[in-house]
C-alpha cells in the first residue's frame, strides 16, 4: 500500500524542487511518471531538467516517444507507460485513489503561493485521505522541508 506525500512549495520553485525529489526516487531504484496538465509546461520541465548540472543529470523523456516503456522518469499528462511506480504530480494534475493504493509513492507538488494551487491540494488532501490512503503533507516555510501533518 502507497502513500502520497504533499510537498507546500514556498520558498523553491516548482524547477528546483522536482530534480531533487526525483533524485531521490531514482535512488531507491523507482521508475516515475511526472504528470502534468498542459503539454507545453511539460516540455518547458523537460528542458530544465536537460539544462541541469550534468553531475546530476537525470535521465528521462517526453510522453510519446518510441522508448516511453524504457524511460526511468516519464514526463506525461497521461497515465504510467514506463513501469512508474511513482507518480509525481505537479500543476494540479489528479491522481486516484486506486493509484495511491497501487504504487510505492504518490508526490503532489504545489506552489504555495498561488490560492488556486494551494485549494486544488486541500481538495486533493481531503479525497484521498478520505478513501483512506495514508498522507503526509510537507512544507518548506521554515527554510527546510518539515513534516506538518499526517493521515
Not at 498522507?135 to 521554515?142: F, G, K, L, V
Request: aromatic share 8%.
Amino acid at each position: 500500500m502507497g502513500a502520497v506525500y504533499f510537498y507546500h512549495l514556498t520558498r523553491r520553485p516548482l524547477e528546483a524542487t522536482l530534480p531533487m525529489l526525483l533524485d531521490k526516487a531514482r535512488g531507491a531504484g523507482w521508475r516515475v511518471l511526472v504528470r502534468g496538465t498542459q503539454e507545453a509546461r511539460l516540455d518547458w520541465l523537460d528542458e530544465k531538467l536537460w539544462l541541469g548540472p550534468e553531475e546530476g543529470f537525470l535521465p528521462h523523456g517526453r510522453a510519446g516517444g518510441p522508448h516511453d516503456t524504457r524511460q526511468p522518469i516519464l514526463l506525461s499528462t497521461g497515465a504510467a507507460t514506463n513501469g512508474a511506480v511513482c507518480i509525481m504530480s505537479v500543476d494540479g494534475a489528479e491522481v486516484s485513489p486506486d493509484e495511491v493504493q497501487a504504487l510505492e509513492r504518490t508526490c503532489i507538488l504545489f506552489d504555495g503561493n498561488d490560492e488556486q494551487a494551494l485549494n486544488h491540494a486541500r481538495g486533493q488532501w481531503k479525497t484521498l485521505t478520505s478513501a483512506s490512503c495514508s498522507a503526509q503533507y510537507w512544507s518548506e516555510e521554515s527554510g527546510r522541508w518539515e513534516k506538518k501533518a499526517e493521515a
